[in-house]
């Protein structure tokens, strides 16, 4: 695996690393180079998928992925949960044609600049979801109530990854067939600020098209 750690989020314009990851809708590899100069690329990178928000980025990607397809985007959905763990998940939660790839180690994090932030930042932040949550909650307190909602059983597997990454950016990347990101969306985690947001999809989408050409 070729990756460089960099400080701070890779913006359009950057040259993004190859990073070879293990394949959650089928057997083997993905890796970033196999798409170099065959088409562009909308990689998301996101915790694990013992994280609520994480689940519906991936089935917002799942969403789009037939629209970017039709204009020659392929979109690879990356979660740090361990391959066999995904891979069960997603059996009872298919993602048709969209493709997906295990991190645990969060080593395109790493390469692509989505930083890790301190405890204390996530302890202070209190997330209001009028008609989700029946009040504001702290980060843990929300995972645990929106998994128990929506009936995620939390495994040994998703508790070791619970532990090592609730302070893990989140963020998604457009990347042209040269291996250059285009557009990208990025989480802020912090306290006073809107957390857990999702991207613009027309926003995304306009974006594909100019790739796209």
């Known amino acids: 695996m ?26 083997g590899k993905i890796a970033l180079d196999d798409f170099r100069g065959r088409s562009p690329l909308l990689i998301g990178l996101f915790r694990g998928l013992h994280c609520p928000f994480c ?48 991190d645990p180690g969060r080593a395109s994090h790493q390469a692509f600049g989505l930083r890790e932030v301190g405890i204390d930042t996530v302890m202070a932040i209190r997330i209001d979801l009028p008609g989700e949550l029946p009040e504001p909650m702290s980060v843990m307190a929300m995972d645990e109530f929106l998994n128990e909602k929506e009936g995620y059983q939390i495994t040994e597997a998703d508790q070791q990854m619970m532990t090592a990454d609730h302070g893990q950016l989140v963020g998604q990347f457009l990347i042209d067939r040269e291996g250059i990101v285009r557009w990208s969306f990025t989480e802020v985690l912090e306290a006073g600020l809107q957390t857990f947001k999702a991207p613009n999809s027309e926003e995304l989408m306009s974006a594909a098209s100019q790739v796209a050409h």
């Open 55 to 102: 689940r519906r980025h991936v089935a917002a990607m799942a969403y789009l992925n037939p629209m970017l397809r039709e204009k020659g985007v392929q979109s690879l959905a990356v979660v740090n949960t361990p391959v066999e763990r995904a891979r069960l998940y997603f059996r009872y939660h298919p993602i048709p044609d969209l493709l997906a790839a295990s």
């Open 2 to 27: 070729s990756t460089r750690y960099v400080d701070h989020p890779l913006q359009p314009g950057d040259r993004v690393p190859n990073v070879v990851f293990d394949a959650i809708s089928s057997e």
